[in-house]
């Protein structure tokens, strides 16, 4: 069997694919990617399982057929050989020669009726989402998704309908993000996306850059969901189990407000982080009517403290927090502004995007 590729297009396509196999699986076959030849289309899987990316790319061929090819290698090899317009991918039924000008490479191969496929589960909910959308659903929220908590269930994106539009939130215990979308959704949508799904998905919306307004269509089943985007088919399992009310760890009303810049405060927040003590991250804030205070300090007596302007129109208090979960709020708010509410020291507070009320972000607060 005699494949032969436009390199770009080979590479543009494989590079969002191989990178869901995995070598050190307890299954060899799921390191390499299946290939499967129709009609002058090779497509393209990967899959650990829990997650299978699918893609379809052009060739010239004088067979149909399948089989498979160490994911890793496939992508070194044609990234090596990317300066050569076209590449051919010959397969004897034991090993598959890779060549370009006077480059040859050959890889073992496994069996193609081994490879494990995912399927899908019948569809309860169906959803068109500008891919711009479905970027913002996950790049406001997921920052703040827990890693390899006990509860499992926190160990990835929830999505849900809400007043009949469609909510993203994440949450590790210590803060919570959510994110309110302008789409309507009349399903009851309930689901919980796992992480590595959600970082797939990263890598192929970021393939996409400048056509944001294409629709990704989103199927959801029992226990899937599937992603089909412009050309890639994300197919994921979902995290079973029930997500908590997130709404109530959002407080209801707070008491004062820090209104502060948010380059300005990002920029304080980075001079302060290098003296940080790097395992509890804590930072005390000091509002005053017209400025905020920050001081923080590690175990070797060093200490960062800057002091910039902001409005703030409440009592004297100090409230401390990880100054991590700061900056990544910062890093998601598209405003020139942010102000964060607070009720005491003790308590909860709300940072919220004064041109964008739509996300909203709770940090817990710490002592400092």
């Known amino acids: 069997m005699k494949l032969i590729f436009n390199t770009k297009e ?4 494989i590079k969002n694919v191989a990178p869901t196999a995995e070598a050190k699986q307890t299954l060899a076959i799921l390191g390499n990617l299946k290939v499967t030849i129709k009609g002058n289309v090779a497509e393209f899987v990967a899959s650990d ?10 060739c010239n061929s004088d067979e149909d057929g399948s089989f498979t090819v160490p994911a890793k290698k496939l992508l070194e090899i044609c990234n090596a050989l990317s300066a050569h317009d076209e590449i051919t991918l010959l397969y004897d039924g034991k090993k598959i020669d890779i060549t370009a000008g006077k480059s040859k490479v050959s890889l073992q191969t496994l069996d193609s009726k081994d490879y494990p496929d ?17 970027i913002k659903l996950i790049s406001k929220t997921s920052f703040a998704m827990a890693y390899q908590d006990a509860r499992h269930f926190l160990n990835g994106l929830h999505i849900c309908s809400t007043d009949g539009q469609l909510v993203s939130v994440c949450t590790d215990g210590h ?20 992480r590595k799904a959600i970082v797939e998905l990263n890598r192929i919306l970021a393939a996409f850059d400048g056509i944001s ?8 089943s029992s226990n899937t969901v599937t992603f089909n985007i412009g050309g890639f088919i994300l197919i ?8 908590p009310n997130f709404n109530k760890v959002i407080p209801e009303q707070t008491q004062s407000t820090i209104k502060v810049d948010k380059l300005v405060f990002k920029n304080s927040l980075n001079i302060i982080s290098k003296v940080v003590n790097q395992q ?25 403290e800057d002091q910039i302007d902001a409005q703030y129109d409440g009592e004297d208090m100090s409230i401390g927090f990880n100054i991590s979960y700061l900056q990544d ?11 964060i509410c607070v009720n005491d020291q003790n308590s909860g507070c709300i940072l919220i995007d004064e041109s964008n009320k739509d996300s909203v972000y709770v940090i817990m607060p710490m002592r400092v």
């Open 49 to 58: 399982l829990e997650i299978q990316v699918t893609s379809n790319v052009p």
């Open 280 to 304: 509890y991250k804590g930072v005390k804030l000091t509002p005053s009517q017209n400025s905020l205070h920050l001081i923080s300090s590690n175990t070797e007596s060093e200490v960062g």
């Open 118 to 134: 995912m399927t899908s589960g019948e569809s309860t909910a169906v959803l068109n989402i500008d891919q711009k959308d479905l």
């Open 175 to 194: 803060r919570l993000a959510k994110h309110t979308t302008p789409i309507k959704c009349e399903d009851n949508v309930s689901i919980i996306i796992p």
């Open 10 to 13: 080979l590479i543009e396509k």
């Open 213 to 220: 307004d294409n629709l990704t269509e989103v199927n959801i």
């Open 329 to 339: 709020v910062i890093d998601a708010i598209d405003g020139d502004s942010v102000d």
């Open 236 to 243: 994921s399992k979902l995290i079973e189990g029930s997500y």
